[in-house]
């Protein structure tokens, strides 16, 4: 009998015609061979595995919020909102990870961090593309990327002329009525606010946007904490002050309407 017997059983569900494997589907031998340390320094392999790590997961946000963005042009706020948990779900485990790269200490970062310059976080396209989606659309950043690939330069030039987040959600708003001008936004958003009975699916909806904004104001405020941590008050490897020029952008907000509709409330 094959469920008896020890070790795999000879034939699974979906191998058929034996060509999908583990290692085979998910490209491991390819994924695998991309840790390649510069130096000997023992913690280069957890540096470098951390941002690979993070890369990952913001390209698998970029995919969930254009499917938020989307679902919200649609009018489809269930599916928006859907989406949304499970942003949040990642944006969490982003800020968590932190930890990980804190067991590093300063002295070992030092034993590798001179080969880094002038590469630095600065130059993470999906990190900007997160940021152009969301709605903070810097194009300053756009001449500040050196070594970036003609297909980086056109995917972030796309990010720049594509809706953000807030055009969609200004889009779901207006489908149901509610006027969206400048002038206007305000009151709409007072009246989502004032009128739960009526609103509620727009109002949770707000509240999820927002939660993406805090988190990503988190993550900042994590990964300065992290860089004092590391490297105190040298400048980056970037070129920028290093914390400074950091703890300026643990200011900045998505939707500085929803934070600011809290002073009416
Ligand atoms: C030892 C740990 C780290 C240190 C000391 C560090 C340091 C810095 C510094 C000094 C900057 C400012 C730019 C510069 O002049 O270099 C920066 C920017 C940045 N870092 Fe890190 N970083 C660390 C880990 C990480 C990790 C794990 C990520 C995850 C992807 C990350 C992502 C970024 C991003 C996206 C920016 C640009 C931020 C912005 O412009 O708002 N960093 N980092
Ligand atoms: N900017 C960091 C170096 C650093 O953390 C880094 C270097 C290369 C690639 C990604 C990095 N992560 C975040 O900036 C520093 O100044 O120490």
Known sequence: MDGDAPGPPRRQFGEEGGLLSYGGYLRLPELLAQQRPQSQAPDELLFITIHQVYELWFKLLLHELEGAREAMFAGELWQARHLFRRVHAVERVLIEQVDVLETMTPQDFMAFRANLAPASG???????????????????????????????????????????????????????????????????????????????????????LLTHDETAALWRMRHVQMVERQIGTKSGTGGSTGAPYLRGRTRLHYFPLLWELRAWL
């Open 122 to 208: 600065f130059q993470s396209v999906q990190f900007r593309e997160l940021e152009f989606l969301s709605g903070l659309r810097d194009e300053r950043y756009l001449s500040s990327f050196r070594h970036i690939s003609e297909e980086e330069l056109a995917r972030l030039r796309r990010r720049l002329a594509e809706p953000t987040l807030w055009d969609a959600y200004l889009t779901a708003l207006s489908r149901r009525g509610l006027p969206v001008s400048d002038k206007e936004i305000m009151s709409s958003l007072l009246a989502v606010a004032r009128n739960r009975g009526s609103y509620d699916d727009l109002w949770q909806l707000a509240e999820d």
